[in-house]
């Protein structure tokens, strides 16, 4: 599937727009983009940590957005894992608190641990969209911003 010149401008748009929203909050690095070469995935990560990032990742084709935790540092990961574990909550319900805690209600969210790359130890959510113009939205928009927010206050916290 080729995108349009009208989708490819939503996108840019789209991620003028996150990349303000994240830089603007002033505790992370600049924005760094990572996009696959055939422009199925465009993600940018911030700094967070040493050896941990914020990332913001679309998949135009699916279409869907996609806001988590990365991390290079095997031992990053599991002490993530291990702090998740020791809240005695799963992945889905530490992360249901942390949205819950920025105004976002989602119960049950979806959190994907994987990695990706041979590099990344990712802790992701993912958000369906029906079509590339919800990137528009103002609750679509709103409710990325929560999630970046959760994110952030949730891992910032171990």
Do not use: C
Request: aromatic share 10%.
């Amino acid at each position: 599937m080729t995108l349009t010149q009208a989708q490819t401008q939503q996108l840019a748009d789209f991620r003028y727009w996150v990349e303000h929203l994240v830089s603007a909050d002033g505790r992370f690095g600049e924005p760094e983009r990572s996009d696959r070469e055939d422009g199925s995935t465009l993600t940018t990560r911030w700094s967070v940590a040493e050896d941990l990032h914020l990332e913001v990742s679309l998949r135009p084709l699916i279409p869907q957005v996609r806001v988590g935790m990365v991390t290079d540092d095997r031992w990053k990961s599991e002490e993530i894992e291990q702090a998740i574990q020791d809240s005695g909550d799963s992945m889905s319900e530490y992360l249901e608190l942390a949205f819950s805690e920025v105004g976002l209600d989602w119960e049950e969210p979806p959190v994907e641990h994987y990695r990706h790359e041979g590099k990344w130890f990712s802790f992701v959510t993912p958000l369906e969209l029906p079509s590339l113009d919800a990137l528009n939205d103002r609750p679509v928009r709103d409710q990325i911003a929560q999630m970046i927010r959760g994110y952030t206050n949730s891992y910032g916290n171990l």
